[in-house]
């Protein structure tokens, strides 16, 4: 019980004041008291996704100063990759950094697995589907649901671990001003400690009566030990005529002489036809995205030399598409809900 409750905590503190906008000013006295409770209750050391994807996928640093970060501008190509791809370190960026940032998302998702080895019931292994078919299937020995902590806050969870191979299904949902205000989410996907392999998929929805809530999706595949990875994210509005950006891409995440490649389509560049390419450094920080905003802010119809080794994969792979690959209301959830069935 103890994990539930302290989970909670967490969590609660973790979306309050982050669902809405991307690039916001720290304001260290505004934050402190919940930055202390943060680091009393949680432990992003044990986190295995968090930490292995951080080390598969691309992380974007700020630089030597946040001048050029401010001064991506909000909408533009480079400013939605930064907010979805930038770093994310428990608890420096919280009311800094927020639930369209794959790193926040993966790393509110990875707590319950903790939770999950401690809680769950053992059973005979059995596929159960994800509340929202993110494309995998996969059986489980280790089920639970908690749908009885304060706040409307609820998880389900599903592990399994076969040959080195953490197997999971997480699902979380954060609804304190229900109807008004709901956030649902999945992680589902497996990992590897001793060959590193890493393959997740992730939903985050976020619902408000009031105004156009979003939702992202993300499916990242790599190896931490090497860094070569291939990316899917979509991003977008849930209202009638959302903005929206969907990436694909593939490449190396660190070391000076790396690069990957991004294929990008969104509003304006809206078929695969006309999808925009954009060459980045494995060693890109804030700075460089500000670079490439000022020089080439629509990227290229060509793909870079850095990248030609890329160009092949890279166009072969399929958009997540903002019509069909992402929930825009609850009912899109199995039984509208995140709890999962066994």
């Known amino acids: 019980m103890k994990r539930f409750i302290n989970l909670f905590l967490v969590l609660s503190i973790i979306f309050v004041g982050t669902t809405c906008g991307s690039i916001t000013d720290d304001d260290d006295d505004d934050n402190q008291d919940q930055l202390t409770l943060l680091q009393l209750l949680s432990d992003s050391d044990s986190n295995f996704f968090y930490t292995a994807i951080k080390e598969v996928a691309p992380t974007i640093e700020e630089g030597t100063s946040r001048t050029s970060q401010r001064a991506l501008e909000s909408g533009s190509i480079m400013y939605d990759i930064y907010s979805l791809l930038r770093d994310y370190e428990y608890p420096t960026h919280e009311g800094i950094v927020d639930m369209h940032n794959i790193y926040k998302v993966i790393h509110t998702a990875g707590q319950i697995y903790s939770t999950a080895e401690s809680s769950c ?7 159960i589907n994800s509340p929202y078919d993110l494309g995998l299937s996969e059986t489980y020995d280790c089920v639970g649901n908690s749908d009885t902590m304060e706040d409307n806050y609820a998880n389900g969870f599903a592990i399994k671990e076969s040959d080195e191979t953490k197997y999971s299904l997480l699902t979380y949902r954060w609804a304190p001003e229900a109807p008004d205000h709901t956030e649902h989410g999945i992680l589902q996907g497996s990992y590897n400690d001793d060959t590193g392999e890493l393959s997740i998929r992730m939903i985050h929805h976020v619902y408000y009566a009031s105004m156009e809530g979003f939702v992202v999706r993300s499916h990242i595949d790599g190896n931490e030990d090497t860094h070569e990875f291939t990316i899917k994210i979509i991003s977008t509005g849930t209202g009638s005529t959302p903005s929206w950006i969907s990436i694909v891409g593939k490449g190396v995440s660190e070391g000076d002489e790396n690069y990957f490649l991004f294929k990008v389509m969104n509003n304006t560049y ?5 999808a925009r390419y954009f060459c980045i450094s494995a060693t890109a920080t804030d700075t460089t995205f500000e670079e490439i905003h000022t ?6 119809d060509s793909v870079a030399s850095d990248c030609s080794t890329y160009a092949s994969d890279v166009n072969d792979m399929t958009f997540l598409d903002k019509d069909t690959d992402v929930p825009t209301t609850l009912n899109d959830f199995t039984d509208s809900s995140i709890l999962l069935s066994f």
């Open 121 to 127: 019931e053992d059973i005979s292994a059995t596929t």
């Open 270 to 274: 809206d078929e695969p036809s006309s």
């Open 295 to 300: 020089s080439t802010p629509n990227g290229s």
